[in-house]
Each structure stands twice: as C-alpha cells, then as structure tokens.
C-alpha cells in the first residue's frame, strides 16, 4: 500500500513540476518575442556610443584635396560652396538612422560599378552616377547630396579616402553623429562605424570646409587616387 501511495504523490508532484515548467517557458518565450518586437521597432539604430578613442576618426593636419575633388569642383563649382561652418554633433535619431539606411540601399542597388577608365576613357574622373553608372567616389557624391536633400547639414557629411581590405584606394561617405563616425560603402550593405570596417583611412574633407581636407592618424601616405572596382 505504501509503494502506491508513494506512486500516486510522485506522479502527481511530476505533473506539477511540468505544468510550472511548460509556464517559465511559455513565459520565456513571450518576452523573447517581445524583445524582438522592440528590437525591429527601433530600426537596430544604435543605442549608446562607442568609447570616445573608437567613436571618432582622429584628424591630423591639413592635406592637398584629391585631385579627382578638384577637378570635380571646377567642373560644378556650386556643389563645392567654401562657405565655413560651425560644426555641431548630429544626433542620430530613429529617423536619421531610417535616413542612411535607405540611401545607403537604394544608392548600393540602382548605380551599376564601372571604372572611370570604361565609362570616360580617362583614369579618374569624379561625377554624379547621373546615368546609372560610377565607381566608388561617384556612389559618395550621390548619396551625400540626397542626404543633403533629406536635410542633413553638410559638415555631417564627410567624402572619405581610404585603403581598403587589398590595400587599393577605394572612397567612402563619413556620416559624423553624436553616436560617432559611421561609414556608407557601396562595398558593404551594411552601415558601419569607422574603425568596424577594416580599412585604413587616409583623408577627408574637413568638417567646417568641404574644400580643406585634412589627414586620419591611423593613415598611411596620403594617395592621389580613390579607385573602385
């Protein structure tokens, strides 16, 4: 009599122990869902800043501009306006970040890549991709001025050169935020901070003027090119 007593308790205290378990679960399970629902509510923008020595590119001094942006300045001097400005950090709200987001793709998919050489018989030439086509330099043009038109202020706004993986010169748009120095490629779907891209950066515009570019410290030899493939 006593080993059924001793089954029915046991059964019984199994069937509780896996009710009260089959419950944490069911409960796991909703917050994870809901974690996920905030996550995607979000649009990933990130939610703190990285350490003020990774945040942002470090600047040293002033440099010769590519000859590419000169030449593309003389071509539309009213794209390169040398008013100076005072520069300010941009906060990057979930607005912002849907901003990038969406010229970042849409730029990456609609220009077809081709090099200067095949598409203007010459080395290097910078342009707006007008005609469904560019290299690197041409995709930075395109997606800084329709970041401008979504009314982003200019010195947020930074052309960009740098040796990519294969050490070959390459352009990139730096986008400068209270949350620190992102990076828009059209070698990379995704929006990146600066130092998560595994280029070395040479040079870019200045924040106050587009026509003062300065060096990066963590570059090496300033080059004359940005070249893409």
């Not at 995607?40 to 501009?65: K, M, Q, W, Y």
Request: aromatic residues 8%.
């Amino acid at each position: 009599m006593l080993g059924a007593c001793w089954n029915e308790v046991a059964s019984g205290a199994l069937m509780m122990i896996s009710t009260m378990m089959s419950s944490l679960l069911n409960a796991k399970s909703g917050m994870v869902l809901i974690a996920a629902l905030l996550t995607g509510a979000i649009d990933a923008l990130p939610t703190s800043a990285e350490p003020e020595r990774l945040a942002h590119v470090r600047v040293s001094e002033v440099t010769r501009p590519p000859p590419g942006w000169i030449e593309f300045c003389e071509r539309q001097p009213g794209e390169c306006a040398s008013t100076t400005t005072t520069p300010r950090d941009f906060t990057l709200t979930p607005k912002a970040w849907r901003d990038l987001v969406r010229v970042n793709k849409r730029v990456n998919e609609t220009i077809k890549p081709l090099t200067d050489l095949e598409h203007w018989g010459v080395v290097e030439r910078w342009s707006y991709p007008d005609d469904g086509y560019g290299d690197c330099e041409d995709y930075v043009l395109l997606k800084r001025r329709m970041l401008i038109q979504s009314g982003w202020p200019r010195e947020a706004l930074l052309v960009t050169v740098v040796r990519d993986k294969k050490e070959e010169g390459h352009a990139v748009l730096t986008v400068t935020t209270d949350k620190g120095d992102y990076i828009l490629d059209n070698q990379n779907e995704d929006i990146l901070l600066w130092w998560k891209t595994g280029y070395r950066f040479v040079k870019r515009q200045s924040r106050p003027n587009p026509n003062v570019w300065v060096s990066l410290s963590n570059s090496r030899p300033a080059i004359a090119t940005a070249t893409s493939r």
